[in-house]
Structures are given as structure tokens and as C-alpha cells.
Nanobody, 127 residues
Framework: QVQLVESGGGLVQAGDSLRLSCSCS????????MGWFRQAPVKEREFVAA???????YYGDSVKGRFTIYRDNTKNTSALQMNNLRPEDAAVHYC?????????????????????WGQGTQVTVSS
């Protein structure tokens, strides 16, 4: 069983920064990818960023250039540095992990493809 816990959400103003953290405990799959998704009210869960075991990163178009994803393979943690936040970034942000093959495999952008999820952390951005 794998447990994910997110932290770092909060209320900020447009243009501010936040850093989300995700800790993974239990028995994470080897060579797993870690990802971040978000879901705003009445919207579908949206891909934000992912990083594979080899530390190759992938970003959604709306966050590219503003967000950076990190991971520490030895600690099974991930972080999402969010800069220049916009009101449209407001959502519950979820951490996820899953294995997609080799350590260099490209993680899926489809949330249905990810196996383990955290409970989410709320990010609110005021204009």
C-alpha cells in the first residue's frame, strides 16, 4: 500500500509563489513517476506536471515556464514550485505516483492512468 500526503497549499495573491510538497510512504513501485494534477470546481482533473525516475520533466501548457517539478528518489518525495500564480491556477492540487515502465518512460497525462493519489491541498489565488 502506498500513501501520499501533500502540503504547502494556501491563499496567495496573483503573482505570488507557492511550493507544494508530497511525501510518499509505504511500498512505492520501483522506477515510479510522480505527478501533480489539479481540479477546480465543476472541472475535470487536469494534468499539471510529472517527473519520471530519471528526472525528465513534463508540464501542462498552462503552467509551462511558471511551475517546476522536483523529486528526491532516495526520500520518495516530490515538490512543485509554482511561480507567478494566476487566479486560474486556483484548485485542489493532487500528488500522484505510478509506474509506466522503465525509469525513463514518459508518464501519462491522463489521471486515469495513475494508480496512487494523495488527498489534495487547496491553492487559492486572489486577483
Amino acid at each position: 500500500q502506498v500513501q501520499l500526503v501533500e502540503s504547502g497549499g494556501g491563499l496567495v495573491q496573483a503573482g505570488d509563489s507557492l511550493r507544494l510538497s508530497c511525501s510518499c510512504s509505504g511500498r512505492p513501485e520501483s522506477a515510479n513517476a510522480m505527478g501533480w494534477f489539479r481540479q477546480a470546481p465543476v472541472k475535470e482533473r487536469e494534468f499539471v506536471a510529472a517527473i519520471n525516475w530519471a528526472h525528465t520533466t513534463y508540464y501542462g501548457d498552462s503552467v509551462k515556464g511558471r511551475f517546476t517539478i522536483y523529486r528526491d528518489n532516495t526520500k520518495n518525495t516530490s515538490a512543485l514550485q509554482m511561480n507567478n500564480l494566476r487566479p486560474e491556477d486556483a484548485a485542489v492540487h493532487y500528488c500522484a505516483t505510478s509506474r509506466f515502465g522503465s525509469k525513463r518512460a514518459i508518464p501519462s497525462r491522463d489521471p486515469e492512468a495513475w494508480r496512487y493519489w494523495g488527498q489534495g491541498t487547496q491553492v487559492t489565488v486572489s486577483s
